[in-house]
Nanobody
Framework: QVHLVESGGGLVQAGASLRLSCAAS????????MGWFRQAPGKEREFVAI????????DYTDSVNGRFTISRDNAQNTVTLQMNSLKPEDTGVYYC????????????????????WGQGTQVTVSS
């Protein structure tokens, strides 16, 4: 079992940047893909970004491509999400996940069926 703790959320204006971090403990992350997901009020949780366990492959949902960047540091057991040019529609609770069966290419929902999840961090973007 892995324990994931997200941080870095907050309230910002449209156009601003935020950097989310996820710290893991309990099990090494080195052999697992990591991802970020978000849930807006009244909506289901959705995929945002994913990175392979070596960090060489990534995928993003179309709405954040070019604005968000996912990265990881396996030595520190952390994964980050740099979010630039934030929009009000980026508002939601952002969750970190590990244990995802992703290696390359496009993400599919079945890859995170057995993932471990953090508690989430709130991101609010005002217009």
């Amino acid at each position: 079992q892995v324990h994931l703790v997200e941080s870095g959320g907050g309230l910002v204006q449209a156009g601003a940047s935020l950097r989310l971090s996820c710290a893991a403990s309990g099990r090494t992350l080195s052999n697992y893909a990591m991802g970020w997901f978000r849930q807006a009020p009244g909506k289901e949780r959705e995929f945002v970004a994913i990175i392979s366990w070596r960090g060489g492959d990534t995928d993003y949902t179309d709405s954040v491509n070019g604005r968000f960047t996912i990265s990881r540091d396996n030595a520190q057991n952390t994964v980050t999400l740099q979010m630039n040019s934030l929009k009000p529609e980026d508002t939601g609770v952002y969750y970190c996940a590990s244990g995802i069966r992703y290696w390359r290419g496009r993400y599919s929902p079945w890859m995170s069926e057995n993932a471990d999840w953090g508690q989430g961090t709130q991101v609010t973007v005002s217009s």
